[in-house]
């Protein structure tokens, strides 16, 4: 296409799926047995970009009500402007929490639609940083018993060759201490000496508590403790990174780029999260990972794999992206084109697909059509 040409967003359509999970699951501090999709399409000079979020339905009806119209007409090219212009309309709308989910599966099918405009892989659009981007197995929910854990464990570490896993610990907010203890122990000798591992409280302990645990946590290797307690405790978080051996780290609830400010001026973190499905899409996560840059951290994408791929490989502080259980069988069900993790990386742009190179499936097109 002659980017001389100004293509305008002439639609805006959304869809909402909700997947049964496999099992029941749980963390530290909720249960669920379905996780629901939210999918929006934005339409410009014959292409079609394709975003999504996790969350509630009724983030489908803040992109009809609020953003939609803001879109469209909109040149395809000035992805930043519609961010902006999203952003300030939902000031009154409870800008954390639902609108911004609404804004992240917009602007996310915005950077989508520009790359298939340019015929480019959105990695190449946003300029590579990196051919391979790593990943690490996420599940193990407090809800397994131990051959569950074990089997999915192992089909991280032996089949697919990942060599860094998570688990869930902090079972009944914190009151299982012993049992995570346990279930820690049993994933170290399910992975063995030589695969890193993670543990993910999901905020379930106290400061005292995530302490004591970290004792248990060095014992076993583990390097990586999530959300010890609560990502808003940013005193506590920067009390335990003191304390403890293992990378503390937090970010997921980033709704905008000032909450990622505060985490980092505290030195709440080793490592940042950030969910672009959450935080106003890939432009917010792209800044959050440069805000973290300037401070010598480094970013780690939070679940939606295939989602976060290519913006990942675009910047030069990544740590890794979560390949979470839940995400991953879904965008394998609902798309075409997903990214294949063996050997611990995936390599978003090598098919030469446009966009971040993922359509939905035919079932969930003739889905959405029909709904």
Request: glycine share 10%; with cysteine; proline share 4%.
């Amino acid at each position: 296409m002659d980017i001389r040409n100004v293509p305008a967003v002439e639609a805006v359509d959304t869809a909402v799926y909700t997947v049964h999970t496999d099992t029941p699951e749980a963390d530290g501090t909720l249960s669920w047995e379905s996780t629901t999709l939210v999918v929006a399409q934005v339409c410009a000079a014959g292409a079609t970009g394709l975003g999504w979020t996790y969350g509630s339905p009724a983030t489908a009806e803040v992109v009809r009500e609020h953003l939609a119209h803001l879109v469209i007409g909109r040149s395809a090219w000035d992805v930043p402007a519609a961010n902006e212009a999203m952003s300030r309309a939902v000031r009154n709308a409870a800008r954390p929490g639902i609108a911004a989910h609404a804004i992240s599966a917009l602007d996310i099918a915005l950077w989508d639609l520009k790359a298939r405009l340019l015929g480019l892989p959105l990695v190449s659009l946003l300029g590579a940083a990196r051919e391979e981007v790593p990943v690490y197995g996420s599940g193990g929910f407090t809800t397994y018993d131990d051959e569950r854990q074990d089997r999915q464990l192992r089909s991280w570490t032996e089949e697919a060759g990942i060599p860094r896993v998570k688990i869930k610990v902090g079972k009944s907010w914190g009151q299982a201490e012993e049992h995570d203890r346990e279930r820690i122990s049993r994933a170290r000798h399910s992975i063995g000496d030589h695969v890193e591992l993670y543990v993910d409280a999901n905020g379930a302990y106290t400061r005292k508590q995530a302490v004591r645990l970290a004792r248990h946590l060095d014992a076993e290797g583990v390097t990586w403790f999530e959300e010890p307690v609560s990502s808003d405790d940013l005193a506590g978080l920067t009390r335990i990174r003191a304390a403890v051996g293992a990378d503390v780290t937090a970010g997921e609830y980033g709704y905008t780029l000032s909450y990622f400010h505060h985490m980092l001026a505290a030195g709440a973190v080793d490592c940042l999260q950030a969910d672009a499905t959450r935080c106003d899409g890939l432009t917010v996560w792209l800044q959050a990972a440069a805000l973290a840059e300037a401070r010598g951290l480094q970013i780690s994408g939070h679940c939606a794999p295939h989602l976060h791929a290519h913006a990942a490989a675009a910047v030069p502080n990544l740590r890794h992206l979560e390949w979470f259980h839940d995400h991953v069988r879904i965008e394998n069900l609902r798309f075409d084109g997903t990214l294949d993790p063996s050997g611990g990386t995936i390599r978003p742009g090598a098919s030469g697909a446009p966009g971040h190179g993922l359509r939905l499936s035919s079932g969930t097109t003739q889905a959405f059509r029909g709904r």
